[in-house]
């Protein structure tokens, strides 16, 4: 269906596509093997008809001569959990580790069958993309069903994906079926799985797999028959096939990744929050000390939903569960899997960041492979903000509650390194420019823009495109537009300029004479500042400095640095002028720019002067 840009606040004409999964998954556990049987249901929305589809097929990234084994080789940083020093550790030389994969270990997607609306279509298989080409075009406004069967080996773990991994879980069931490509305003998205993530439609999943009895499930979804399989009810009576298989069958709704892992040294624990969110993590309790930790870290978990929901928007979905597995940590629907052998700090850690993915990335459908840093950026944020009020708990929150990211970001900005974070995920020369541009750059573009636009604001701008843009999949202008509505504020500079260049703030106090301060812009990246001026007499007073582009002002914000203390609103500063000269009320003593530490400067040095 097409949606009302007027009525629900999105762009006018705004669309999207329909699925509807339907599995049925059989394993052999001892040759890491399965069979795969899906109907799929699309539904084409986009005004237009379309002759071709495509599928990715992620598991066949895993094999010799792949893009993803080639980009590991050219990279000049690669992901040490990728290869392995076969040089010396003064000359080290990177080898892929999929390069050694044997035809037993390596990862594959085969399909055999495949039908549209009961016709055998045509298709081909480039990499990890399926290209379909359809017997008759998908109409606009019209559904089709796809039904098709595959056979799959599960590679050996190396990113994400995997059996056997370093903490000893038999199979990390990620990107592991044919899943449908994104098709959007911006056409297809057929990207190559070289190591980065995802975007998908979003739609319902409804998943049975057959396994060994003595294997336990952790998966997206809601569990349809705890009762008879092992682990999630006391007195569950399994039940089996001839093959001595138990079925396991998972739901889902409106969700556009569905992850599961199975081994059976699982054990399975839940908490409820106090939102009414059902969280479960499932886990093997390798000794008493990583077993209190997951114990603890559910607990915080829940916490964490609460806090969430109530400055993000409510967790829309009844269930969410924490899984060891994988390599690190990657979220999926409602469940997220994450390397479990950690200290408690770090687990917590990793569970708050890829539990925020439910907002940034999973509720709103934000594609990683173009926006990586509105997925990843916002998610440390999220992170961030909940480590000081859950975990922390060291009384009051700091002004900047974000500091590390503010650490990384300074580190990639005068590392001669930094790339623009609007560059394609894939396309970063360094994995060091990704992550550090995605991850911490990104996250301080969410807490700069509260320096921006006010506290205040920031937080109802969170409210207000969570109301908006759920459930579908808006770009960082749909954001943007949210926080310019919500604040009265221009903000096309702030976004052009952060995102799609390497420029640099960079302020100082150059003189203060008497009543008289010049501030000077080192830079060429304007922005507004807050100046707290202490006077001879002891008495402070705030000026805050607009920016003429910003077309408005920030609000007074309520921070106990400021509390008692005038503020003074002086005429806007051009980004053309590089100084601004301001008379104070009185002699003064000590002069600083930005008290609060929110504005990006790479030299803050020579942002506090005392006079003489």
Do not use: C
Request: no cysteine.
């Amino acid at each position: 269906m097409v949606l009302s840009g007027i009525a629900l606040g999105q762009r006018k004409g705004y669309w999207q596509q329909d699925v509807k999964y339907t599995m049925d998954i059989d394993v052999d556990e001892k040759s890491y093997q399965y069979d795969g049987k899906m109907t799929l249901e699309y539904g084409n929305n986009s005004g237009r008809s379309l002759s071709k589809v495509y599928f990715h097929l992620y598991f066949n990234a895993f094999q010799p001569g792949s893009m993803m084994d080639n980009r590991l080789i050219s990279i000049a940083d690669p992901d040490s959990r990728m290869t392995k020093n076969i040089g010396t550790k003064e000359k080290p030389v990177y080898q892929s580790r999929i390069s050694t994969l044997t035809p037993e270990q390596i990862g594959y997607q085969k399909i055999s069958t495949l039908k549209v609306n009961g016709v055998p279509a045509q298709f081909k298989v480039d990499g990890t993309i399926l290209e379909v080409e359809l017997p008759q075009p998908i109409a606009d406004g019209s559904k089709t069903t796809f039904e098709m069967e595959w056979k799959a080996q599960v590679p050996e773990q190396i990113r994400r994906s995997g059996r056997n991994s370093r903490e000893g879980v038999a199979l990390s069931m990620t990107q592991w079926y044919p899943k449908m490509a994104h098709f959007d305003d911006f056409g297809w998205h057929l990207d190559e799985y070289v190591g980065r993530e995802f975007v998908a439609p979003f739609g319902d999943f409804d998943v049975t797999i057959h396994i060994h009895k003595d294997y336990v499930i952790g998966g997206s979804g809601v569990l349809q028959n705890p009762s008879e399989v092992k682990g999630y009810m006391k007195n569950a009576k399994i039940k089996t096939n001839a093959q001595n298989k138990a079925t396991w069958h998972f739901k889902a709704h409106n969700i556009h990744d569905f992850a599961w892992a199975a081994d059976p040294k699982f054990v399975v624990d839940s908490t409820t929050s106090k939102g009414g969110v059902k969280i479960y993590t499932v886990f093997i309790p390798a000794n008493k000390e990583i077993e209190n930790n997951w114990k603890q870290a559910l607990g915080f978990a829940a916490e964490f939903f609460d806090f969430a929901s109530s400055r993000f928007g409510a967790y829309p979905w009844p269930t969410y569960t924490i899984v060891q597995g994988g390599d690190g940590g990657m979220e999926y629907g409602t469940a997220t899997l994450i390397t479990g052998n950690r200290n408690l700090k770090s687990l917590v850690n990793v569970i708050f960041h890829e539990a925020a993915h439910s907002w940034y990335q999973h509720l709103f459908g934000i594609n990683e492979t173009v926006d990586e840093w509105f997925d990843e950026g916002f998610t440390s944020y999220v992170e961030e903000l909940a480590m000081h009020h859950i975990f922390e708990r060291k009384g009051a929150i700091p002004t900047n509650p974000i500091m590390e990211p503010y650490r990384g970001y300074y580190r990639l900005a005068l590392s001669g390194k930094e790339e623009p974070m609007s560059l394609l995920a894939d396309y970063y020369n360094t994995n060091y420019a990704y992550s550090n541009a995605a991850y911490n750059k990104g996250a301080v573009m969410a807490e700069q823009l509260g320096y921006i636009i006010g506290k205040e604001n920031l937080e109802k701008t969170f409210l207000k495109f969570y109301e908006l843009w759920k459930f579908k999949h808006p770009t960082p202008n749909d954001f943007k537009r949210v926080a310019e509505d919500v604040s009265g504020i221009n903000l096309k500079w702030y976004f052009n300029l952060f995102i799609n260049t390497t420029r640099k703030i960079d302020y100082a106090i150059d003189t203060i004479a008497g009543k008289e301060i010049i501030i000077r812009n080192k830079s060429d990246f304007a922005m507004p500042l807050d100046i707290l001026v202490e006077y001879k007499d002891g008495s402070k007073e705030l000026f805050y400095i607009p920016l003429r582009e910003m077309r408005g002002e920030k609000p007074a914000e309520n921070y106990d640095i400021y509390a008692g203390v005038k503020r003074t609103v002086l005429e806007d500063w051009f980004w053309t002028k590089p100084t601004y000269s301001f008379t104070a009320s009185k002699e003064v003593a000590k002069v600083w720019i930005d008290p609060t530490l929110r504005l990006a400067d790479i030299e803050s040095s020579d942002n506090h002067k005392i006079v003489k």
